[in-house]
């Protein structure tokens, strides 16, 4: 297999939707709760990076394995397109997700076992999303998994492991006792599940876009998503109430005092965004509209990541 083979295998130019749940949640770590732990951070991004890598190839992989159309099969999944055996990219996964398995471990032993039972959940929904007889991407659940694991999931456990402290969340475990208890403040839970919704909405958004442009392939592939059932003028109605809705939380965080006035430049990206969502709502189903999704994820985590450095580097 070929460098490019594997970059598009692992679809790389995808993978900046979980590089911005994991950059605001180490700027989030430092601007609200003022704690940072530099080895943990970076051990817990090579294993986060590595694990999108292989859901990416699961989902070319199962694509090509459960693919009725032969167009699609042979000439547009890349396993069939560039002959590469199925047997090869298999391998890959399981290689992938051992490495991360064993970060997660020693990750898990320098913070807690809360750090193992979170990533377990997302790892297991990142798996089974294209894995297994009843995928959760063939099923209208899509946006929900995919939001909440990289937009909530990523961005929790890297502010777990950068606080790690029952003052913000933990369980602490007992094996001599066998007792055990959830402890946290319930506020500071609060602050991340708020932070984490614009990263919920914009991640969600990029499925959502792409199961708006390619709502007639998925039927021929008999995958039926959100968008079979609810149809394009409901699902482009959504996709426009996510985005504004980031907005109405980022305002609600500066106003209970969540975020420092700086992340309020996140408005300066209205206008644009307000243009790509008429010309997404446009353009639809031609390809080059995705395009406008990934767009409006990138300016405005750009923006929102902006606004939580420089209420770093202000002094207030």
């Not at 767009?295 to 990541?305: D, H, K, Q, R």
Request: with cysteine; charged share 10%.
């Amino acid at each position: 297999m070929t460098l490019k083979i594997f970059l598009e295998v692992v679809e790389i130019q995808t993978k900046i939707a979980s590089v911005f749940p994991f950059a605001i949640g180490v700027l989030f770590s430092i601007a609200f709760f003022h704690e940072i732990h530099w080895l943990n951070t970076l051990l817990f991004f090579i294993g986060m990076f590595i694990f999108d890598l292989a859901t990416t190839a699961i989902n070319n992989y199962m694509d090509y394995q459960k693919a009725h159309s032969k167009v699609y099969k042979y000439e547009e999944n890349v396993i069939g397109r560039t002959g590469i055996s199925p047997k090869l990219i298999r391998n890959m996964i399981l290689g992938m997700v051992l490495f991360v398995l064993m970060i997660g471990l020693f990750l898990t032993a320098r913070t807690g076992i809360l750090l193992l039972l979170m990533g377990s959940a997302c790892c297991f929904i990142g798996i089974f999303y294209t894995f297994g007889p009843i995928p959760l991407s063939r099923m209208p659940l899509g946006e929900i998994f995919s939001g909440l694991t990289m937009g909530l999931g990523i961005f929790t456990m890297v502010v777990y492991i950068n606080t790690h402290s029952p003052k913000v969340f933990d369980l602490i475990f007992s094996p001599n006792s066998g007792t055990f208890s959830l402890e946290g403040n319930l506020w500071a839970l609060l602050a991340i599940l708020l932070a984490s919704l614009p990263l919920v909405f914009t991640i969600a958004n990029i499925m959502l876009a792409n199961n708006l442009r390619d709502l007639e392939r998925d039927i021929e592939n008999h995958r039926y998503t959100l968008v079979f059932y609810i149809g394009r003028p409901a699902g482009i109605l959504l996709f426009q109430l996510f985005m504004y809705s980031c907005y109405l939380v980022i305002f609600l965080g500066w106003l209970i005092h969540v975020y420092h006035w700086p992340v309020l430049f996140t408005f300066f990206t209205l206008p644009t965004i307000y243009k790509n969502l008429k010309r997404f709502k446009k353009q639809i189903p031609q390809p080059v509209s995705f395009s406008h999704a990934i767009n409006n994820m990138v300016l405005f985590n750009g923006s929102y990541a902006l606004g939580l450095l420089l209420s770093i580097l202000l002094p207030f």
